[in-house]
């Protein structure tokens, strides 16, 4: 990626030349508050990590240390036959990953190459274009709360800060995204939202089947109704091995849909530490989220993970997240706690989701506050 010459921070923000910056106040203020976001920070010549950027030695991410993921996690599942003859075995398949990782890769899933493809350029003519218009999205300035510019998770609240910039597009109808969705990533993303639907409702429809103790009418429905589309950035990083581009952690959604480009760089932990989920061109990644695991009452997989920052090369991720509505209530299917094993609690999603964005990534922790 080419790096712009002219530095767009401020010459007085670092005491000893352009490519080291010593106030972390001010550098808060650009990348955060002024839209700089990692990638302005990068743009403007850096050559070393700001302070706030380096991550202590236990949350760090070395390469060589992960551990042979074929133990852990199956061969991308095959959905051509899902929710049709033959698909029983397909859904078997879908349920065993969700209980053993909570991750597992999905081929032939009705979703063109191409518009993969699309997307990730898409995302990258999102995250090139000037500050300015970037800056136009941020919380607080965005035309449309459901749309909105940023960097790390919670930058207010972590002490460490991640190298990664985002868009998130939360999607309502038609007529609010084809209105405030930037016109760099608009159409191509209602697209591969509409073209990922089928799925999306095959995968969760097999996985709460698969519980075994029967689905209410519109159920499914309602655990899917809301989803959001981001487009994460993480620009090259002088030095990947000192920070993080997410810190550990599980997501909020049902679903997690994750279309990764080939750099790779997402570790899931497991019992004896943490497995890549290597880049397969063509598929994408699937992850249970909080709500799911909530749902089958600790039976699906929340899985903590993290990734590293991206070394020489920028990368790009572009996760769906698949949610019900603020005002639907989740909690643990009725017939799988009829003897009195809830491990969860019955509460409303808006609740759960207020708490998880109420603090920075911090592992499995979320889940605490549905615990029983
Ligand atoms: O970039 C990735 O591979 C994963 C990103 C992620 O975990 C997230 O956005 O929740
Ligand atoms: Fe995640």
Known sequence: MALVLENPFPKSLSKTGPTK????????????????????????????????????PHERIVRKEAIDALCYLAKPIDLSKLGREGGEEVARALCESAEKLGFFQVVNHGVPFELLESMKCATKRFFEMPVEKKAMYLRGKTPCPNVFYGTSFAPDKEVCLEWKDYLSMIYMND?????????????????????????ISGILKGLLEGLGVGLEEGALEA???????????????PNPELTV?????????????????EIGGLYVKVDKGWIEISPVPGALVINVGDTLEILSNGRYKSAEHRVMASGSKERVSIPIFVSPRPHTMIGPLPGLVEDGKAVYGRLLFGEYMANYFGAGHQGKSSLDFARI
């Open 21 to 56: 910056f010593s106030d972390d106040g001010k550098l808060l203020e650009l990348v955060v508050k002024e839209g700089y976001g990692v990638k302005g920070m990068v743009d403007s010549g850096i050559a070393e990590l700001p302070q706030r950027y380096i991550h202590p």
């Open 175 to 199: 007529e609010e995204a084809l209105k405030y969705w930037p016109e760099q990533c608009r159409d191509v993303s209602l697209e591969y939202l509409k073209k990922c639907k089928a799925m």
């Open 223 to 237: 655990y899917m109704e809301a989803k959001a589309v981001n487009l994460n950035y993480y620009p090259p990083c």
């Open 245 to 261: 581009g997410v810190g550990r952690h599980s997501d909020l959604a049902a679903l997690t849909v994750l279309l990764q480009d």
